[in-house]
Every structure is written in C-alpha cells, then in structure tokens.
C-alpha cells in the first residue's frame, strides 16, 4: 500500500482547557491513528492535588457533604465531567 499518509492537528479551546486532536489518515480515508488529549487529562495533575489537600479538611462533614465538595473541586477544572457520568465514589475511613 503506497501511502503519503495526511496529518491533521486540531486545537480547540473548550469548556475547561484546550482539546487537541491529531490524526494520521492513509491516501484511501483510512483513520491509521488518532490521539485526543481533553482538558481533563492536562488538568489531571492539579486535580488530583487539590483533592487531596480538599479531602482530610473535610473529612468531618458527612459523606454527601464530601463528595459534593469534591465534585465541586473537580468542576473546577472541569465543569461536564460530574454531570456526564457518575464519577466520585468517596469511601471514609473513619477511626
């Protein structure tokens, strides 16, 4: 198969970040590759720092009350991540 192979690099700026696209495609239409990177995953670091300072200060509050506050940290960053899938499960080991 005798490909020059095209390369399509898209950004785009979104809700919570940048969403970069990038895609390979042979001479015949054929998707050969793709990479999509959504803000969330740029973000990830961050976000999970932030829950980990968030969470032993407010290990006190009852779990609904937790785990709004975490989703509420979250949104931050991403605000459709909690209202697209059920994400958060928050499990207190209290002494």
Known sequence: MNTTNIKVDYLARV????L?????????????????????CQNQKTIE????????KSANLSQEKLTWQCEQAIRNYDPCISCATHFLKIRIDRE
């Not at 720092?49 to 032993?56: F, I, S």
């Open 20 to 40: 970069y696209h990038r895609y390979r495609i042979s001479d015949e239409g054929i998707i050969e590759d793709a990479r999509i990177v959504p803000p969330t």
């Open 15 to 18: 809700e919570g970040g940048i």
């Open 49 to 56: 720092a932030d829950l980990m300072e968030l969470a032993p």
